[in-house]
């Protein structure tokens, strides 16, 4: 089997008195795309930030890329490509000025050729001469991602790269994604976008600095034994609530004006259902958990550690 992209071990990160990772364990294959998840502050910027060499673990042991993430995180660096949250090029240069700045930043050979390949790659020629500033988010992301590529690292890592993107633009920057995984790239990517992490080959569920599951998106949502309903009509003043007080149901979800009803207990959750949408004359059927509602059970379950 071809060497793990990444695998690490027991990384954890504390601020001050704040433990921000807890004994992180993750292993991604060559050319996988891999979605980090989790609530805002549930550690996933610095999870990234460790295997990529930028923030030294208080403690643990792994390889990125096979370099050592405690000893060459100066190589890592080197080798891997990495976006941040916030778009951190120049607004007062054009998109070909941009990539060229950051070439030779890198010191790369072959600087010209290089920034020839990424705005061809990245279909960003008919825009050369435009300002990045005048940019729209879509095309700023894809600016962004032609910058991370430039030295041809075989690890991507991306946080949260389509964050304030319109739907289509965020469509195609996840093709190019596919198409670099496809070339033999490796991604890491978060997100919050449901969509997205259903475009991953494997995800992983943080809270509270931990991580909570792991697996393919059909693992994770079996890993919780959910059985759910979908019932029509969920904007109803105070039909969410009354259903959350049935026997066997353990959460109510909102998907539009449908609402996702759960429980473990098959039987106890389509006996409570069955009476309580006679008497209003609701519509219910059982329909797959989605990861959605898998997601949300793991948070429920979840203790925090600093509570
Ligand atoms: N340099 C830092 N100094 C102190 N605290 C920090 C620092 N960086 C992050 N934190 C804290 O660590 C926790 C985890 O932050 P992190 O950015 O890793 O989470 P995240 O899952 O990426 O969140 P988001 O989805 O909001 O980006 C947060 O409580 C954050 O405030």
Redesign the pocket.
């Known amino acids: 089997m071809a060497e793990l992209a990444i695998d690490v071990r027991g990384l954890n990160k504390h ?2 008195t ?1 433990h ?1 990772v807890r004994d992180l364990a993750l292993q991604v294959r060559p050319g996988e795309i891999f979605g980090f998840l ?1 609530p ?8 990234i930030r460790m295997i990529c060499g930028l923030l030294t673990p208080d403690s643990g042991e792994g390889t990125c890329l096979g370099l050592d993430v405690m000893r060459q995180s100066r190589e890592i660096k080197r080798q891997v490509g990495y976006m941040t ?1 916030r778009f951190s090029l120049w607004e007062d240069l054009t998109i070909a000025e941009n990539l060229d700045f950051v070439a030779r930043m890198f010191g790369m050979r072959g600087r010209r050729e290089a920034v020839t390949r990424a705005l061809a790659d990245l279909g960003l020629e008919g825009r050369r001469d435009q300002l990045a500033g005048t940019l729209s988010g879509g095309w700023k992301q894809r600016l962004a991602l032609a910058a991370c590529l430039l030295h041809e690292p075989r690890l991507l890592l991306l946080d ?1 790269p389509t964050a304030g993107v319109d739907p289509k633009a965020r469509r195609d920057f996840w093709e190019e994604i596919h198409r670099l995984s496809a070339d033999g790239i490796t991604v890491l990517v ?1 997100t ?1 976008y449901m969509d997205e992490a259903e475009r991953c080959h494997r995800l992983a569920y ?1 809270a509270y600095g931990q991580m909570l599951a792991s697996g393919t998106g059909d693992e994770i949502i079996a890993g919780q034994h959910l059985h759910t309903w979908a019932i029509d009509g969920g904007d109803a003043p105070g039909l969410a609530d009354a259903l959350r007080a049935l026997d066997g149901v353990d959460q109510v979800a909102s998907f539009g004006a449908r609402l996702h009803v759960s429980g473990q207990d098959a039987d106890g959750l389509a006996a409570g259902l069955k009476d309580f949408c006679a008497k209003r004359e609701l519509d219910a059927e059982p329909v797959e958990p989605s990861l959605e509602d898998a997601f949300i059970h793991l948070m429920r379950d979840a203790p925090d550690p600093d509570a």
């Open positions: 601020f001050g704040h921000v989790g805002n502050g549930s550690g996933k910027t610095t999870s949250q949260e978060s919050h943080l």
